[in-house]
């Protein structure tokens, strides 16, 4: 009997941290998603699903936007991401943790200090933009900041180590006989790769788009620090209209509305590339 | 190193399938270079079962690697069928290789698996599919075709492996120690299946094994290995009767290496005569006063209590040890002179053992059953 209970006593001290610090919360936050009221008055829970549809027509350019750059950002994330996680986990030979910790290093600055730095260096007057008008290589009047490329580059460059990481671990747990049993079977070095290296580390792609899609699709402090004020995402519509407009029931009406977007589209993107394949490749 | 006339003459004419010439293998790791080969001469036949003998860390691996491209030699030329293949990736060379931890690919079907080279040729899907099946019926592996590697025994991978490389009627095949990581009762079951597969299949088969019994029962012909060099090469019976160095006589079975001074010498024999009725005779030019060193393996040797007549091979020894193994009895001898015999008498009759422990015995063989080492 002891025996039996004993998993669940390990899962207890967790468990309950999860309960207090997610489930709860959620529950409060949905609970006002459906409140009608103002922080003088108080809210009082009216079911007022209106709440969900105002938003969405109210934000839907911020929302899609969102989407696009979340897309957008993972996207990017998987191309610079990939070649630097092989290279760790097929080139890195002795150093490999040396690397890895490279990686890691930007963590060690402040999230928010490391995005301010990038608008002091692409300032239209910064140091890499005038010196290039100066001689003429670009126009006067080009800038970088506040424009949505300077967002989706912020949200690409902060969220970069969630998809090495995964990526390479996959990588790393491909045995190298493989790739010579490929070529042993007459696969050329691309073949090799498409057919046996790729497959085996769709897992950490997998892994790595669920760490970087979600939270970039949710930032907010990319656009209010490189976006200027027409590439606002919906988090900063969020944090607005909890923070300063107060209009909680509002801010959580839309906070359920993106988690129920990206919990959808998560569920096709797990379907269309076969989670069960990624999973049975997972636990090989 | 050593290359009999009998091990010459069966390569035949025809052009070899492999062979190497003046292969060495230097690798650099931290700074210092580590000679895997040392000068590999070696020519394989056609259709043969050629296997590489040798202890651990000899450089049996590096070897086979240096035929399937996986390392390119720093030295030396690889023929394959005449063709030097220096240079060229291991995709465009036509052997394929039976990894020791077989290297399946987790992700595809067996017959995936199977069919993997065969579509990297260029064989059309439902052809290359036709050829896996029929490939894994001859391994016996028939209605596991959608199975994943890992829910198959460790006997079914390994088959898996060599249906993957044999589908491609590669023109050799190579087998870096394929039986390792099985059990004893497997090991031996896939011994003769492999051996039925070559015959059937009729492939040149390159075997890296450390298991002299193996070697000794599959193979056309052994290469004996020591640090990177060849040490002996012949047929399995010449590489067990007549080892042509005192390491291939300890690596190979049980073998008594017998030292002595030539004493006489006589149409073509040496004799050495240790005491009063003792002589060892033994093939080989020699002079009165030459120092010899022989084997002879402890089945050939009879033990008796009394001298024995004739003009054999006779020594006189003590009984150090008597063990009754069913089919054999085992005795440890130390001879007159000192060196330690290990004899095996086949127990034919039921009778009482020849000599106990402690007893006076001669021992005696024919001295075509002695070789010396190095001749
Ligand atoms: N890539 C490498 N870098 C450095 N040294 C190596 C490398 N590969 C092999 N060696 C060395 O070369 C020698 C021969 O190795 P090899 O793998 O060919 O031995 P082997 O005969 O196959 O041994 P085993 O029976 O243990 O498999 C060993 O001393 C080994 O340490
Ligand atoms: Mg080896």
Sequence with gaps: ?284 | MTQTEEADSAIGTELAAIELKGIVKTFHSHGDAVAAVKGVDVTIGEGEFFSLLGPSGCGKTTTMRMIAGFDEPTEGDVFLHGKNVVGVPPNKRDVNMVFQSYALFPHMSVLENVAFGLRRKGVAKDEAARRAGEMLEIVDLKGREKRRPRELSGGQQQRVALARALVNRPSALLLDEPLGALDLKLRQAMQVELKRIQREVGITFVYVTHDQNEALTMSDRIAVMNDGRIEQLGSPREIYERPASRFVAGFIGTSNVLSGTVSRTGSGKAIVEPGPGERIMVSHEAVPGDEIELTVRPEKIDVRSDPPDGDGCALRGTVNEVVYLGMFTNYNVTTSTGAEVVVFVQNVSSADDVATRGDSVWLSWDPRHSYVIGA
């Design chain 1, 1 to 284: 009997m002891r025996r039996r209970l004993a998993p669940y006593a390990l899962i207890l001290p967790g468990g309950l941290w999860l309960a207090i610090f997610f489930v709860v919360p959620m529950v409060v936050m949905l609970s006002f998603s459906l409140m009608q009221g103002d922080v003088v008055n108080g809210f009082r829970l009216t079911w007022h699903w209106q709440n969900y549809s105002e938003g969405l027509s109210t934000y839907d350019s911020q929302l899609i936007r969102s989407l696009i750059y979340g897309v957008l950002a993972t996207v990017a994330c998987i191309v610079l991401a990939y070649p630097v996680a092989y290279w760790i986990a097929f080139r890195g030979g002795a150093r490999k943790t040396t690397y890895l910790f490279l990686i890691l290093l930007p963590f060690f600055v402040s999230f928010v200090l490391r995005t301010f730095s990038w608008k002091f260096l692409l300032a239209d007057d910064g140091i890499v933009l005038s010196p290039l008008k100066d001689i003429g290589l670009l126009p006067q009047d080009f800038h970088v900041i506040a424009t949505g490329f300077a967002v989706v580059a912020g949200l690409t460059y902060n969220y970069l180590p969630f998809m090495v990481l995964p990526i390479y671990v996959a990588l790393e747990r491909v045995d190298p006989k493989l790739i010579e049993a490929a070529q042993d079977l007459y696969a050329a070095p691309t073949q090799a790769f498409l057919r046996v290296v790729f497959p085996l580390s769709l897992p950490g792609v997998f892994a790595g788009v669920l760490m970087t899609f979600v939270p970039v699709s949710a930032d907010y402090v990319n656009s209010t620090v490189l976006g200027g004020t027409n590439n606002t995402m919906i988090g900063n519509i969020i944090q607005n209209l909890y923070l300063v407009n107060t209009d909680y029931p509002q801010a959580a009406a839309l906070s359920f509305t993106l988690m129920a977007i990206l919990l959808i589209g998560i569920f096709l993107y797990a379907k269309a590339l076969g989670t069960e394949d990624v999973l049975e490749v997972a636990t090989r």
